[in-house]
């Protein structure tokens, strides 16, 4: 069975501290992603990596970073993090040139307050 | 831009069987699939169409109109479990996922 496994289920944080959400797949994939989820909404890319040490902003990558220094592990870094990113985090990882599916993550439910 | 459109939320009876639309306007078409999510989990692939037509696996099957722009999950012999949100997402031509904002389905007995 494939496996993504984020570093941790629930998170708080203060206004202003540097998160970091860590990323682990087992299979081998090339492709990573990191989404966030939040109601009536769509899940929305923020970045995404087809190689180690490459990554490619999606459509809201402001406030956050991330970090692809080896196959398996795809972080998500925070700055300073905000109330306004209050979300679910979601990883994904998948096959590149197979088209087929994402597997994801179990999510991080992060509290910034 | 690009867009996808499905309900917010549907009701059906257990043992029924629901349909669940969604349209899509994407740069590019490169597959349309649907995911389902339960509460407070990740979601878990149910099925891809690239093709039109219908494509059936067990209980559920997914159908593909690229012509229309369209897309269906059909559920047959609703189980309680099936509630859930249900995901269409469409891949475009730079095979990036554009997600909609899911379809809660609740099952009642």
């Known amino acids: 069975d494939v496996k993504v496994t984020q570093s941790s289920r629930y998170l708080v944080k203060r206004t202003g501290e540097k998160v970091f959400l860590e990323c682990v797949q087992d299979?081998?994939?090339?492709?990573m992603f990191w989404y966030r989820q939040d109601p009536g909404l769509g899940l929305r890319l923020i970045y995404f990596?087809?190689?180690?040490?490459?990554?490619e902003k999606g459509d809201i990558p402001e406030g956050y970073s991330v970090s692809r220094e080896k196959k398996e592990r795809f972080s998500l870094i925070l700055e300073s993090a905000s109330t306004n990113q209050t979300s679910m985090y979601l990883c994904a990882s998948g096959i590149s040139g197979d088209v087929s599916e994402a597997f994801f993550g179990q999510g991080t439910r992060l509290t910034v307050v | 831009g690009q867009n996808i459109d499905q309900p917010t939320e549907m009701t059906a009876t257990e043992g029924a069987i629901v349909q669940i639309n969604c349209t899509y306007q994407?740069?590019?078409?490169?597959?349309l699939f649907w995911y389902q999510q339960h509460a407070g989990e990740a979601p878990t692939f149910l099925s891809y169409n690239v093709l039109d037509g219908l494509e059936e696996k067990g209980r559920f099957s997914s159908f593909l109109s690229r012509s229309k722009g369209y897309s269906y999950l059909l559920l047959k012999e609703l189980q309680m479990k099936d509630s859930a949100s249900y995901l269409c997402a469409s891949m475009d031509s730079n095979y990036q996922l554009i997600w909609g904002a899911g379809t809660k389905l609740i099952i009642k007995p």
């Open positions: 994407t740069s590019g078409f490169n597959g």
């Open positions: 299979m081998d994939h090339e492709n």
């Open positions: 990596s087809y190689d180690v040490k490459m990554k």
